[in-house]
């Protein structure tokens, strides 16, 4: 004989016999008997009841909790036909708590009680209830109630909506189950949500229940330092409220005052739909995210101007197609032999609708609902009878345990149960949780409505938000941020408040190659990046090309000095026994173009890619040029200072000795050699990559090798260069006509004031490739120097003045020379040549050898007709005839 075995599943629904009905005895409303019953209560209100005075009052018949409690029904006949619990037959008996939770505590009393009452036990463990477990609530407020109860008794309770975190607490509810996630994980999906359309800047609004609480306080949790409320405002429960109207425009003018462009809406159906008519009237739209009390709603679908609101995203748990059910609903009846008092209700409502539509109260549950909303009941019946399978250790063809068990067994058997329904795979967590996953919905608009699409999943196992790759249009939606977007390149200077900030570029060597990133990446080695910039880069080298401007600047200088040099040597040749090329020393002058030639000539070295031998010709060759030139130079003002000296001939005569012209040229010149010669061999020049410790750009250049050498060379032309000014300078008391003190003076001058600004540009530009285009500018710049002091005006005096030279030779007579208007005479001596200047006095006489009384008389005379250096020239003249 087998054991009456009832299982009771709770659902919440009230029956309407006609539009405002009471609830009343009995309260069982359908059943069916058989070897294990099944008990479900089922709330027949559509949302929250109608007074607090009157919690038994209900408004309307709810077909989403009607069509919940047919799915349940339709799957334990399919479980019935099937093998999976053989021998065993299904019964049901269907409880309405008119959704209170006194009701609901009143229902599970009778449920669970013993020949009509309910036994006070000190010790549950071999307590027998006729029910083996318990299907419901909808809602986690009556869930609550029921499994503090039910908790007493470990009995197995399973709920299809309640997603209340405080009901994972095991140590409080430990026999509760649900077959959808936690609130913890919905928090998660609406924070996924929100981050993967760039949302951070979102106000909330939620119910004062202990749902809307529970649901605010995880998403809170969740979003911290993700997402960050612009405002949070509380809407109470009850619908009768006194301040409701108040309250809800006071919610809807804080949407309209608030920058936030998403409104997270954690409310049941009928709050929402207050709010969405205050929203119309105003004319506000935002995007709302929906909670799951509110997402699947058909009826708000349908709201007058919903398509006014804005755009409406949500998350629903994970749905299905029952197979077969909705041929049970095209045909339906009560099982054969069962009662449904529901049922009959529903057939008498839409019969009424048939007779006389205007005082329709209830739509086709066809039309009405998403077939799919009822699959999660299907999945809580088949968890329950997989734990029935195990507990009753069934096969294929015979159940063999005992059907009249303790319920916490059922409690342990169900929480291990493992299963594939429809191919997919169901489990319960350590927390009496399903952990699949959401479904992400949009509210998409048809005409005047809405209707209810899938675009995407979160499945925890994956904890991000996945969308349907046919559906990429939504990615296009706006954002909604305290601050724009920080592009690649920059980072985040966060604010007080989270979500706002400030973007920065990063500086260089750092890089961010992605949006709104916290901090700066450094670049790899040998790789740079400028400010701001979303990549590193190798360094671009950079050195003196031929094609840049610069270096065209300096050839087109170098080829003019060149051709200076060439002209002048070539002038100098061909006026080589002229008086004015006869004074410059027409030898030392030649060594002194040389020099010049090789200087210029060493600019070009500064052009092109450096290499290791250019780089040594740089300096080797501008060192020896410049210093021959100089030495030439030095020889000259030597030879000048010596004329200086006549007036101390003792001095003279000593110091005669040095002036040896060649080989002193030698000798100055071989010692920058030697210089020279020190520096290549123990640390020469060669190129280097110098950075700046900036940019993109490293500089190929010429590293000194050793800043010594080249302080040694350039010293050594400098100390050249001061001991010729220095020589000049004595000397500038010499007759002009004898000498150019003027002009070495005044070249060295040049020279040294160059190289003197040189060294701190040459310092500053020490890590580019500028310093090569100040080292060529100087060297530029000193050459020509000398060369417009030196050699320009002795070629401008030979070419366009017409000088000629009128020295005497050895006959008697010496026939004047006639320059313009102006007459020059000139007197040799012992083969001594004395050249007598133009003056503004005409002298047109002939002076011979030997007339030597007559001659000083004529230099007395001049003393009062002559400026001074023709009377120093003549008398020096005169002096040697004497």
């Given at each position: 004989m087998r054991c009456r075995l009832q299982l009771c599943v709770l659902g919440v629904m009230m029956l309407c016999s006609g539009l405002w009905v009471h609830c009343k005895t009995p309260l069982s409303g359908a059943d069916l008997d058989g070897d294990v019953n099944i008990s479900f209560t089922i709330r027949g209100v559509l949302g929250v009841l109608g007074t607090k005075k009157s919690l038994s009052l209900f408004t309307s018949f709810d077909l989403t909790t009607f069509l919940q409690s047919l799915s349940a029904i339709h799957t334990i006949e399919e479980i019935n036909n099937s093998t999976l619990l053989p021998g065993i037959k299904l019964g049901y008996e269907v409880c309405d708590p008119c959704a209170s939770p006194t009701k609901a505590l009143h229902c599970v009393e009778h449920l669970l009680a013993i020949n009509g009452s309910l036994p006070a036990l000190v010790d549950y463990t071999d307590f027998r209830a006729p029910v083996k477990a318990l299907l419901g609530e909808r809602y986690s407020e009556l869930s609550i109630a029921i499994a503090k109860l039910l908790s007493l008794y470990l009995h197995p309770q399973i709920s299809c909506s309640s997603s209340s975190p405080v009901l994972s607490d095991k140590l409080r509810y430990p026999s509760f189950m649900r077959v959808i996630p936690s609130d913890v994980y919905q928090a998660q999906a609406l924070v996924n949500l929100m981050s993967h359309f760039s949302w951070n800047w979102v106000g909330v609004v939620y119910g004062d229940d202990d749902y809307g609480k529970a649901a605010y306080q995880s998403f809170m949790e969740e979003s911290q330092g993700k997402i960050c409320a612009d405002f949070e405002k509380v809407v109470p429960h009850?619908?009768?409220?006194?301040?409701?109207?108040?309250?809800?425009?006071?919610?809807?003018?804080?949407?309209?005052?608030?920058?936030?462009?998403?409104?997270?809406?954690?409310?049941?159906?009928?709050?929402?739909?207050?709010?969405?008519?205050?929203?119309?009237?105003?004319?506000?739209?935002?995007?709302?995210?929906?909670?799951?009390?509110?997402?699947?709603?058909?009826?708000?679908?349908?709201?007058?101007?919903i398509n006014k609101v804005g755009k409406i995203f949500g998350f629903s748990f994970s749905m299905g197609i029952i197979p077969g059910f909705e041929d049970y609903l095209k045909n339906l009846r009560p099982t054969p032999g069962a009662r449904n008092d529901f049922i009959e209700e529903y057939k008498q409502l839409r019969l009424n609708c048939s007779l006389s539509p205007s005082t329709c109260a209830v739509d086709d549950v066809l039309q009405a609902v998403d077939l799919r909303e009822a699959y999660r009941e299907r999945v809580a019946m088949y968890a329950f009878a997989h734990g029935l399978r195990a507990l009753l250790t069934c096969n294929e063809s015979v159940c063999s345990g005992d059907t009249n068990f303790p319920p916490w067994q059922l409690v342990e058997s169900m929480?291990?149960?493992?299963?594939?329904?429809?191919?997919?795979?169901?489990?319960?967590?350590?927390?009496?949780?399903?952990?699949?996953?959401?479904?992400?919905?949009?509210?998409?608009?048809?005409?005047?409505?809405?209707?209810?699409?899938?675009?995407?999943?979160?499945?925890?196992?994956?904890?991000?938000?996945?969308?349907?790759?046919?559906?990429?249009?939504?990615?296009?939606?706006?954002?909604?941020?305290?601050?724009?977007?920080?592009?690649?390149?920059?980072?985040?200077?966060?604010?007080?408040?989270?979500?706002?900030?400030?973007?920065?570029?990063?500086?260089?060597?750092?890089?961010?190659?992605?949006?709104?990133?916290?901090?700066?990446?450094?670049?790899?080695?040998?790789?740079?990046?400028?400010?701001?910039?979303?990549?590193?880069?190798?360094?671009?080298?950079?050195?003196?090309?031929?094609?840049?401007?610069?270096?065209?600047?300096?050839?087109?200088?170098?080829?003019?000095?060149?051709?200076?040099?060439?002209?002048?040597?070539?002038?100098?040749?061909?006026?080589?026994?002229?008086?004015?090329?006869?004074?410059?020393?027409?030898?030392?002058?030649?060594?002194?173009?040389?020099?010049?030639?090789?200087?210029?000539?060493?600019?070009?070295?500064?052009?092109?890619?450096?290499?290791?031998?250019?780089?040594?010709?740089?300096?080797?060759?501008?060192?020896?040029?410049?210093?021959?030139?100089?030495?030439?130079?030095?020889?000259?003002?030597?030879?000048?200072?010596?004329?200086?000296?006549?007036?101390?001939?003792?001095?003279?005569?000593?110091?005669?000795?040095?002036?040896k012209p060649l080989i002193n040229l030698v000798l100055l010149t071989g010692g920058q050699g030697i210089i020279l010669l020190f520096w290549l061999i123990f640390k020469s020049p060669r190129p280097d990559l110098k950075w700046p410790g900036t940019g993109m750009v490293k500089y190929v250049v010429c590293d000194e090798g050793t800043i010594v050498g080249f302080g040694v060379m350039h010293g050594y032309i400098a100390l050249l260069a001061f001991i010729c000014f220095f020589l000049a300078f004595k000397g500038r008391k010499v007759p002009h006509d004898f000498n150019e003190t003027g002009v070495i003076i005044f070249s060295m001058l040049i020279h040294l004031f160059v190289w003197l600004c040189f060294i701190p540009i040459y310092i500053d530009r020490n890590k580019t490739e500028q310093r090569h285009i100040v080292q060529a500018s100087a060297i530029l710049a000193s050459n020509y120097g000398i060369l417009f002091c030196h050699f320009v005006p002795k070629c401008y005096i030979v070419l366009f003045k017409y000088y000629n030279d009128c020295g005497l030779t050895s006959s008697n007579s010496v026939p004047?020379?006639?320059?313009?208007?102006?007459?020059?005479?000139?007197i040799e001596i012992k083969g001594l040549s004395c050249v007598l200047p133009a003056t503004a006095i005409m002298i047109n006489k002939q002076i011979h050898p030997g007339q030597n009384s007559e001659f000083i008389n004529w230099i007395f005379h001049l003393t009062y007709t002559v400026n001074v250096p023709i009377l120093y020239s003549l008398f020096k003249c005169g002096k040697r005839v004497l």
């Open positions: 009850y619908l009768d409220h006194v301040d409701m109207d108040k309250h809800i425009k006071n919610v809807a003018q804080s949407i309209q005052k608030s920058g936030a462009k998403v409104v997270l809406l954690i409310l049941k159906p009928q709050l929402v739909e207050k709010l969405f008519k205050e929203m119309i009237q105003t004319n506000t739209s935002r995007i709302w995210i929906a909670s799951d009390a509110w997402s699947m709603n058909r009826y708000l679908t349908k709201m007058k101007d929480r291990s149960v493992n299963f594939t329904l429809d191919g997919n795979t169901y489990s319960f967590d350590e927390n009496g949780d399903f952990a699949d996953g959401y479904d992400l919905i949009m509210w998409k608009e048809n005409n005047d409505e809405r209707f209810i699409e899938i675009v995407g999943k979160f499945l925890l196992k994956n904890g991000d938000v996945e969308i349907l790759t046919h559906l990429s249009f939504i990615l296009q939606l706006p954002w909604s941020k305290c601050s724009e977007s920080c592009p690649p390149g920059s980072v985040k200077n966060q604010s007080k408040i989270p979500c706002c900030y400030n973007c920065v570029p990063c500086g260089e060597g750092n890089y961010t190659n992605d949006w709104d990133l916290p901090e700066c990446l450094k670049c790899p080695e040998g790789m740079w990046s400028n400010k701001g910039d979303s990549e590193c880069r190798k360094f671009e080298e950079k050195y003196l090309d031929w094609k840049d401007s610069y270096p065209i600047t300096l050839l087109a200088a170098t080829g003019i000095g060149l051709v200076l040099v060439l002209t002048s040597l070539i002038i100098f040749y061909v006026h080589r026994n002229t008086i004015v090329i006869k004074k410059a020393e027409n030898t030392m002058s030649c060594f002194m173009l040389l020099g010049l030639a090789v200087s210029f000539i060493s600019v070009i070295m500064f052009i092109s890619r450096p290499n290791p031998h250019l780089c040594r010709a740089q300096q080797a060759v501008y060192g020896l040029g410049f210093t021959l030139c100089v030495s030439c130079i030095l020889v000259k003002a030597y030879r000048t200072f010596l004329a200086f000296m006549a007036f101390d001939p003792d001095r003279q005569h000593e110091l005669k000795k040095l002036y004047p020379c006639q320059i313009g208007t102006k007459t020059h005479h000139s």
